[in-house]
């Protein structure tokens, strides 16, 4: 694990969000401000309460979990456009919604999938310890209640397994987030690609790879805490950060530059691998 890219990305990352930061955060704030906008319509329509309330809460946040892949496309498109020297607008963030919107969609949906069969498990144990528990019962109005308290009486087996199956559960769903971390970014750069090309290709890319992906996650850990403390206001200047960063981080992986000397095949193809194919000044409109 190479610890010191972090740092080096981040100083490239820093360098182009440079008198643009104004730009990025006010495109945040569009998207953010339509997640709100439907959380708060959800919250005041929705009784999720009652059984038919948490399918219908369940399935808008679904939607709104794909709906959130195209505008993560507009976002990353942004930070494309800045690595390679190209202007960027606010409606950049909308341009998601005009570039094959269905396959981030059909891309978002694939990934979740596969994180939910890691994650179902636990989802089922922590289900029926609550229920053996007396945690969850169903009201005569067809309600459901709650009691948070009730799963500590649930016996230390029933709650060992329940913590281990959480453990490996999200263990898997991180493992599956790093593989195709670069989906959108491939999504992006080669639209030709259809999405299940996008995941493949991204796997391949990953490989020995992810330690590194995770560690520069990892370390922005600490100045998120300094964001959280700041009441959000120090968050809107780490997200730009974040992504840029994890942006140039995939242009150096796609270029080939983090595979020479290593005893590796990761060639996915010749456009791909190319540096001359994302040299400075290539155009993302």
Not at 109 to 122: M, Q, T
Not at 135 to 148: H, N, P, R, S
Not at 149 to 162: E, K, S
Request: aromatic share 12%; proline share 2%; with cysteine.
């Amino acid at each position: 694990m190479n610890t010191s890219a972090g740092t080096n990305y981040k100083g490239i990352a820093r360098e182009k969000l440079l008198g643009r930061y104004s730009t990025i955060i006010g495109a945040i704030l569009v998207m953010q401000l339509f997640f709100c906008a439907v959380s708060y319509i959800t919250d005041k329509v929705v009784d999720d309460s009652t059984v038919i309330g948490m399918i219908m809460y369940t399935a808008i946040a679904v939607i709104v979990g794909l709906i959130g892949a195209v505008f993560t496309v507009g976002e990353l498109t942004m930070y494309m456009k800045l690595a390679c020297g190209d202007e960027i607008r606010i409606r950049d963030i909308f341009s998601g919604f005009t570039g094959h919107p269905d396959k981030a969609i059909i891309i978002q949906f694939k990934i979740a999938v596969r994180c939910l069969i890691f994650l179902l498990p636990a989802i089922v144990i922590f289900g029926y310890t609550n229920y053996v528990s007396g945690g969850v019962t169903f009201t005569e109005g067809g309600g459901i209640a709650f009691d948070d308290t009730a799963l500590t009486g649930a016996g230390t087996p029933y709650i060992l397994l329940t913590v281990l199956a959480v453990i490996a559960g999200f263990t898997g769903a991180i493992y599956v987030r790093l593989k195709y971390a670069q989906c959108f970014y491939l999504m992006i750069d080669h639209p030709e690609y259809e999405a299940a090309d996008v995941l493949d290709k991204s796997a391949t890319m990953m490989k020995g790879h992810m330690w590194d992906y995770l560690y520069i996650n990892l370390s922005f850990i600490p100045i998120m805490i300094l964001g959280v403390l700041s009441l959000g206001v120090g968050l809107m200047y780490i997200q730009p950060y974040r992504g840029m960063t994890l942006t140039e981080y995939y242009m150096a992986l796609a270029s080939g530059e983090l595979n020479r000397g290593r005893n590796i095949d990761l060639i996915i193809d010749d456009e791909l691998t190319d540096p001359e194919g994302i040299k400075k000044g290539d155009s993302y409109e």
